[in-house]
């Protein structure tokens, strides 16, 4: 199976900083990336495909990068909304795997 | 819009059996693979099952292989997930959710789960 090693596990940060998120796949996943937000008590949200494809309605200040091994997600400029946490997956092959999460708190 | 609501979950005792349910509206259910992906309480986001759109694959990992049975109906727009010989470690919300395309890729639109506790 492909591990997902996400970084940090845990983040601080205040609204309007810049906020990078590192995940790396265990081995190459080519482009076959999608990141997820999750609010507490809620259901997943879809952010980003193919590593660096803005699904429809998600904010620009949200970007993706990488290939390979080694990919980020990127918030511009944190807003209050963004406090969650964030996980990747990978879809190169099955099984599908996640990433471990990183939470976005409030410093 | 794209719904997916889940249905089915409960307490149960370990080595019994659970069935859920997740029906769907807004899309083509028959145009879309379907996820099963579960969140035992405070830890991250595991797969579960896929099945294509056709129901012609499945895939499992292997913690379920042998004990859960997805399946759909095209015609009701529903999903299924069979779970046998449940186990305390099965204890999770169960989110249903849709696949990004026709198989097995990035699940994009989420139910909003249900929880099944398994204990004694």
């Known amino acids: 199976d492909i591990q997902m090693t996400q970084s940090p596990s845990t983040l601080s940060a205040s609204v309007g900083d810049r906020v990078t998120i590192t995940c790396r796949a265990s081995q190459s996943i080519s482009n076959w990336l999608a990141w997820y937000q999750q609010r507490p008590g809620k259901a997943p949200k879809f952010l980003i495909y193919?590593?660096?494809t803005l699904e429809t309605g998600v904010p620009l200040r949200f970007s993706g990068s990488g290939s390979g091994t080694e990919f980020t997600l990127t918030i511009s400029s944190l807003q209050p909304d963004d406090f969650a946490t964030y996980y990747c997956?990978?879809?190169?092959?099955?099984?599908?795997?996640f990433g471990g999460g990183t939470k976005v708190e409030i410093k | 819009q794209v719904q997916l609501v889940e249905s089915g979950g409960g307490v149960v005792q370990p080595g019994r059996s659970l069935r859920l349910s997740c029906a769907a509206s807004?899309?083509?259910?028959?145009?879309?693979?379907m996820h099963w992906v579960r969140q035992a309480p405070g830890k991250g986001l595991e797969w579960v099952v896929v099945i294509y759109y056709d129901g012609s694959k499945k895939h499992y990992i292997d913690s379920v292989k042998g004990r859960f049975i997805i399946s759909r109906d095209n015609s009701k727009n529903t999903m299924y997930l069979q779970m046998h010989s449940l186990r305390v470690e099965d204890t999770a919300v169960y989110y249903c959710?849709?696949?990004?395309?026709?198989?097995?890729?990035?699940?994009?639109?989420w139910g909003q789960g249900t929880l099944v506790t398994v204990s004694p």
């Open positions: 807004g899309f083509t259910f028959s145009d879309y693979g």
């Open positions: 959710a849709r696949d990004y395309g026709a198989g097995a890729t990035s699940p994009d639109y």
């Open positions: 193919k590593a660096s």
């Open positions: 997956q990978q879809y190169d092959r099955l099984p599908l795997t």
